[in-house]
């Protein structure tokens, strides 16, 4: 039996303590976000975060979490509604298939935890590691430059 | 602190030098300023040969910032005296070197003089270049001089008291700065000791920072990486043939040892790119080097002692498991594409843990163009503890060789970027 | 938005949509029986529309929602011509046992087979119902206002459509040429936000990855890197002791793994690939793929040919060759099914494009009778072709035939996705034309060398379980597909009014690896082929390249677009750096031209895209942002294809097997902006869209680096080590 801190609740989980957290989130706790991509951090769909810092979690046996709090998308909805960087996906009708869409926002939350006044080069490199099949890109970016305006902030141009 | 100290007296040494030094040797004069040449007064092919120089030289790995206009300068360079940032090489009239005549750019190559009389720090590693021919230098002046000029100041370099004074600079000369011979009929050797200065990172320094030539590739650090050694210490577990050394230059992978990391990855970034027969003939010098090495005289079979090692050290094994067995563990798709176990990388093998943790903490990026092997960093998954424990794990169960002590504080230094 | 399709708890989705209306009538190509769309196969009103009692409509499609958007429209659709609120509708898409067979969702069909028959089908429900409350409220038919589910009489009274429906029967053959609605808030032009976007931004249940059935075990599938090899029989016993295993399935070369917990099965699967492989098929002949199918015996078909005179004796010849790898769908999400087997037959959970044929490949590998298998649609990640879709159901189906009973869930790793899915075919296409010295174009010669653009599945031997049956299920044979749609041949036509012109396609009937249908098909390559040919012809006739083009084109609805595209671009006062490209997808569906502005850093080859605008015309628009998304995907998709991508081969194997071998476009390196504009055409056909910026975007490109550095790349990817190369120093 392993305890886990994840979206602010304990959980008791029966697994091998090898097993990547992305498999005990989705077939243990039915958390259906972080999605299976590819099981090599390629790809950042499973991305969660891991005290405020993305991880992907294909690789993170939970038998390394402690009581490190774990974050995926459910765990940013509350009374009010979906939570700040989901609303703004959903506003920028930031999706295609939407595959990688838990991962985008999870690796935005960790973004914007750190800085709600990122440049947008700061930006596309902090988004790098997770890939978008559908080229769903340049919805992704509006939702992230809109999530930071929410929050006070806001994404400055700074290429020439 | 040992550092402040070796700083101090080697400080002492240069000025005794410099005291003794003719002046003319302290203080070199200007050369004219010219207008920039105009790109197309060069011969194409010299261009083209000049290019293929700088690959070999990897300028681009010191004059280029992450991110920044190719040849422009600015990158960091941390030393033990200091930071040092790397000079515009563009043709910039103002903060380039648009206005340097082919004298000057010789000069600076050979003597380590930038253009206005000034010294240039031997972190550029002209003592390399003196063995490089005229035709050379003029091949590779013909190149940056085509390039798009970016003028883009150089950062003030920061440097420990009382180094800021260039002309400290003509008493390392005097004592490190020999001229070797241009003309050698082992071009291996000649690119390898000259343009390509493999050993500024593979030959260990003495406390003046110049390289121990007694030592030459015996293995060193640079940047928190350890270099191993090019020679018949080679620690690797698998002969480094002229072949295998050529495939791993050329693509930053060799399928009997493992992917170029660190400050190599950029060096086979540019090799990728670089004329075969000269990237060949380095390989052949160094497989000669290396062909003592005990890997090179009884290759080493690949080690798995996973049922022993998971046993006694269940905890590591989990780590491996949920976090490195998805590309590493035999049947995983890298080991089925035919990629080196991890037993036969040579970063498990070397005395220090430092070059396995960077890769661990910083990923690894693609050694050669866009694609090739890479790793995601794990930095933020794990702890210092669990880090160490995964590497401790990784010795244990892929190599015969002892634990490596320490491991939690090397973590801790790599991820503040501290290194030896 | 989120309260629909809440009983439908999996299987949403989204794209774009467009109408086609002739005249005053919904009928789009009236057939035999003069109805339109796929009313012409399933005819009756409850095949595609029920409602109940609560007056909430329930709407079949045969079609597949791919991450294109396709509930939205059709929700979008019927909402509007049923005058229900898009809330109280609810649709079940592609379901052997519900839904009417609509063949695969390919080609940008849908909107012309489903779209069209709903909302014909809707149209005639609509009618039904006004004149059952005009019997209720004791009016005139043409008195009864209806909206919101609600029938209301001049007087005020008002019945609702829960009420009506015991009045009628939805089992009535549906009547042609009914009048779309006239009054009332439309639906249909609006930006609609996409039905499936809130699921998918909360994590709730969306695909069939997130499928938990009670008692599901779950399983992996046993292969070597790729097509063509073999594995090694590894130590079944020792994995068999695994914790969790609890079935190892072997058939002929089939082998899969069953256990208890996902993780479980991935261990054993490891476990079982420890042994090693070895190459059973040919040798792979070359490593240039494109060049060897180029080599290969080809059947010539033709693929259009327009009359004119010989050119004139004067006229300069030029001639070039262009080409493509293969490339790789590359679906984010690994392919997956679900299946479960009860009292002798199977249910498969699929992201499949076509639960139809997919039944009959299943029914054949499985030795069942159809109607014993039942395939249902439930999204799965964007698909963009054939994909391993239909492969993972055949494997999950003969894995799950081992626990009678018990669901199983099989997903592939990714390094089999890469490694097995289907290719994107490698092509060639060498262009020769005529150019008069008054500046026009007076002979043009096509010809495209390629395997066929579908493998899709009909048969056992059309899945890789079947061919690793033993006996093996024979490989399906490849046919051309006929124009005006064509495969390989696929926009092969040129749009532009061009004399004395004329293309083949050489159609390479043995595949020397495995392809497939990949989005666009041939478009994507001819439009790249013919697009930067023109851009050639018109440095060579010192014309401007947007000006050239509309000296050879008479079509008024391209020019349009072509003109709206350079407007809105600023062309005329366009920086060095500039490419423009259009193409009419198919010529049949939406027209789509664009123009970028790129900068090239000349020192590594670096490619950085300032800017696109495009102009799209889909006919009239069901929600015009919908068909930006998906020009906009297309469009960055493309230039990932165009500028980065080719898979990779030894001579044993595939060897991109992952995305460090087959890296694709990051963030870095996207566009600083795409802007599209919707040119909307109101009662117009509507036209497919979301294949139609595939092209463009990569001719656009090639046309952008040209004109930036002199350098015309005719090879794909356009890379920046070629650029690099090319510029030499
Ligand atoms: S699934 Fe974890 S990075 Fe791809
Ligand atoms: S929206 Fe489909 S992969 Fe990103």
Avoid at chain 3, 403 to 420: A, F
Wanted: proline fraction near 7%.
């Amino acid at each position: 039996m392993i305890t886990l801190k994840i979206n602010d609740t304990q959980h008791e989980v029966e697994a091998e303590p090898d097993t990547p957290l992305l498999y005990v989130l989705r077939n243990d706790l039915a958390l259906n976000a972080a999605k299976f991509g590819c099981g090599l951090g390629q790809c950042g769909s499973c991305t969660v975060l891991v005290d405020d810092r993305p991880v992907y979690s294909c690789l993170v046996p939970i038998s390394s979490l402690g009581t490190r709090q774990v974050r995926t998308v459910e765990g940013l909805a509350n009374a009010e509604g979906p939570g700040v960087v989901p609303a703004a996906f959903e506003a920028e009708q930031a999706a295609q298939c939407g595959y990688c869409i838990a991962g985008m926002i999870m690796r935005a939350e960790g973004l914007l935890s750190r800085t709600i006044t990122p440049t947008e080069s700061e930006l596309r490199q902090y988004m790098a590691p997770n890939l978008c099949r559908c080229g769903t890109h340049m919805r992704i970016l509006a939702a992230v430059r809109r999530a930071a305006v929410a929050m006070g902030g806001g994404v400055k141009e700074d290429r020439p | 602190m040992t550092k402040s100290r070796t700083v101090l007296s080697g400080v002492a040494l240069i000025l005794l030098f410099a005291g003794v030094g003719a002046a003319s040797l302290l203080f070199r004069s200007a050369l004219p300023a010219i207008s920039p040449p105009a790109p197309d007064s060069f011969d194409r092919t010299l261009v083209k040969q000049g290019e293929g120089l700088a690959q070999i030289g990897n300028c681009t790995g010191c004059h280029t910032m992450s991110g920044g206009k190719s040849f422009a300068g600015g990158l960091a360079l941390k030393t033990p005296f200091g930071t040092i940032f790397s000079t515009n090489i563009t043709p910039a009239r103002e903060t380039g070197i648009g206005a340097w005549s082919r004298a000057a750019f010789v000069r600076a190559m050979r003597e380590g003089v930038a253009r206005d009389g000034s010294h240039l720090y031997p972190a550029f590693p002209y003592d390399h270049f003196t063995r490089a021919s005229d035709r050379e230098l003029e091949a590779l002046y013909a190149f940056l001089m085509t390039r798009p000029p970016v003028e883009q100041p150089t950062p003030a370099n920061r440097l420990v008291w009382p180094l800021e004074n260039r002309w400290l600079v003509a008493g390392w000369n005097l004592l490190f700065l020999r001229e070797g011979p241009s003309n050698d009929n082992d071009r291996g050797r000649l690119l390898a000791e000259g343009l390509a200065h493999c050993g500024g990172c593979h030959t260990p320094r003495n406390k003046l920072g110049a390289e121990d030539t007694a030592h030459a590739y015996d293995g060193a650090w640079t940047d928190g990486w350890y270099a191993p050694p090019l020679n018949a210490t080679s620690p690797a577990a698998q002969p480094w043939s002229a072949d295998a050394l050529f495939a791993y230059l050329h693509t930053g992978l060799s399928k009997t040892h493992a992917a170029a990391a660190g400050p190599m990855g950029g060096v086979t970034r540019q090799l990728s790119q670089a004329p075969d027969a000269d990237v060949r003939a380095i390989a052949t010098y160094f497989a000669g080097l290396m062909k003592d090495a005990p890997g090179a005289r009884t290759p080493l079979a690949a080690i798995d002692r996973q049922s022993e090692i998971d046993k006694s050290d269940p905890e590591g094994a989990a780590l491996f498991a949920g976090a490195c067995a998805s590309c590493h563990a035999p049947g995983a798709p890298m080991m089925q594409q035919g990629r080196p176990p991890l037993s036969w990388g040579t970063p498990l093998r070397v005395d220090s843990p430092h070059d396995t943790l960077h890769v661990i903490v910083e990923g690894l990026a693609s050694p050669a163009g866009p694609t090739g092997p890479t790793m995601p960093a794990f930095g933020n998954d794990f702890t210092d503890r669990q880090i160490a424990q995964i590497v401790a794990y990784l010795r244990a169960r892929f190599t015969d060789l002892p634990p490596w002590p320490d491991l939690e504080q090397a973590v801790a230094a790599v991820r503040k970027g501290v290194g030896q | 938005m989120s309260t629909i399709s809440r009983r439908s708890l999996l299987g949403q989705g989204a794209l774009v949509v467009a109408f086609a209306l002739s005249g005053k009538a919904v009928a789009q190509e009236p057939k035999k029986s003069g109805l339109p769309g796929d009313l012409e196969k399933y005819p009756e009103l409850d095949s595609w529309i029920r409602i109940d009692t609560e007056g909430r409509a329930t709407v079949f499609t045969g079609k597949a929602e791919l991450g294109q958007g396709l509930r939205t429209a059709l929700i979008q659709i019927a909402a509007d011509e049923l005058c229900v609120t898009p809330g109280n509708v609810d649709l079940i898409t592609a379901d052997t046992a519900r839904t009417p067979d609509e063949g695969v969702t390919a080609g940008s069909h849908s909107m012309q087979d489903s779209g069209t028959a709903i909302l014909n089908a809707a149209a005639n429900v609509r009618a039904l119902l006004t004149d059952a409350a005009a019997w209720r409220l004791v009016t005139a038919a043409d008195q009864v206002e209806l909206a919101d589910g609600i029938a209301s009489a001049p007087n005020g009274q008002q019945v609702s459509y829960g009420e009506l429906v015991a009045a009628f029967s939805l089992h009535v053959v549906a009547k042609p040429d009914m009048p779309r609605r006239t009054k009332g808030r439309r639906l249909i032009g609006e930006d609609f936000p996409r039905v499936d976007i809130p699921a998918k931004v909360s994590g709730g249940p969306a695909y069939v990855q997130d499928m938990r059935l009670p008692g599901m075990l779950h399983g992996r599938v046993v292969r070597c890197p790729s097509d063509g090899t073999r594995l090694k029989d590894a130590d079944f016993d020792v994995v068999l002791k695994l914790p969790g295993v609890e079935k190892i399935v072997r058939e002929g070369r089939f082998t899969a793994v069953i256990a208890r917990t996902e993780w479980q099965a991935v261990k054993a699967q490891r476990a079982l690939q420890t042994a090693g492989w070895e190459r059973t098929g040919a040798p792979l002949a070359s490593t240039d793929l494109t060049k060897t199918v180029r080599g290969m015996p080809a059947e010539d078909v033709p693929i259009f040919a327009y009359p004119g005179p010989p050119a004139p004796a004067d006229a300069r010849t030029l001639k070039v060759t262009y080409t493509r790898p293969c490339l790789l769908h590359g679906s984010i999400g690994p392919s997956c099914a679900v299946a479960q087997w009860e009292n002798g037959g199977v249910t498969v959970w699929s992201h499949t494009q076509g639960v139809g044929p997919l039944r009959k490949s299943l029914a054949e590998l499985l030795h069942l009778p159809p109607e014993k298998v039942r395939c249902i649609h439930v999204e799965g990640s964007g698909c963009y072709g054939h994909n391993g879709a239909d492969d993972v159901a055949g494997d999950a189906a003969l894995a799950a035939r081992a626990v009678p009973g018990k669901p199983v869930r099989l997903q592939w790793m990714r390094e089999q996705e890469h490694g097995w899915e289907p290719l994107g075919c490698p092509m060639t296409v060498d262009l020769e034309a005529q150019l008069g010295t008054d500046g026009r174009i007076a002979g043009w010669r096509h010809q495209v060398w390629s395997n066929e653009h579908n493998d899709r599945p009909t048969s056992g031997g059309g899945l890789l379980a079947g061919r690793e049956m033993e006996p093996p299920f024979p490989a399906q044979k490849s046919r051309p597909i006929p124009m005006p749609e064509g495969g390989g041949a696929r926009n092969g036509n040129p749009l532009y009014a061009l004399p004395n012109a004329s293309g083949v396609f050489h159609f390479v009937a043995d595949r020397p690896v495995r392809v497939s249908a990949l989005r666009g098909l041939g478009a994507h390559m001819n439009v790249f082929a013919i697009e930067s040919f023109m851009d050639e012809l018109a440095l060579a006739a010192k014309a401007d390249p947007v000006a050239f083009r509309l000296l050879h084109m008479k079509d008024e609805r391209a020019r349009e677009c072509i003109e709206k595209a350079a407007a809105a671009f600023g062309w005329a006062a366009r920086k060095k750096g500039s490419g423009f490209a259009f193409a009419r997808y198919k010529n049949l569906g939406a027209y789509c031209a664009l123009a970028m502005e790129i900068e090239v850093d000349r020192a590594t080859g670096a490619i950085d895209v300032r800017r696109i605008v495009a102009a799209v015309d889909s006919g009239e628009a069901i929600s015009p942002d919908g068909i930006r998304n998906q020009i906009e995907g297309g469009i960055v998709q493309s230039l990932s294809w165009t500028s980065t991508e080719a898979v990779t081969f030894d001579p044993t194997h595939r060897t991109s097997f992952d995305w460090s071998a087959y890296p694709i476009v990051r963030f870095p390196s996207v566009p600083r902006s795409i802007d599209v504009h919707v040119i909307d055409r109101p009662g117009q056909p509507f036209l497919g869209t979301g294949e139609a910026s595939q092209g463009p975007a990569a001719a656009a490109l090639a046309n952008a680096i040209a004109d930036a550095t002199g350098l015309r790349l005719r090879d794909m990817p356009l890379g920046a080590d070629k650029i690099k190369e090319g510029l030499g120093s």
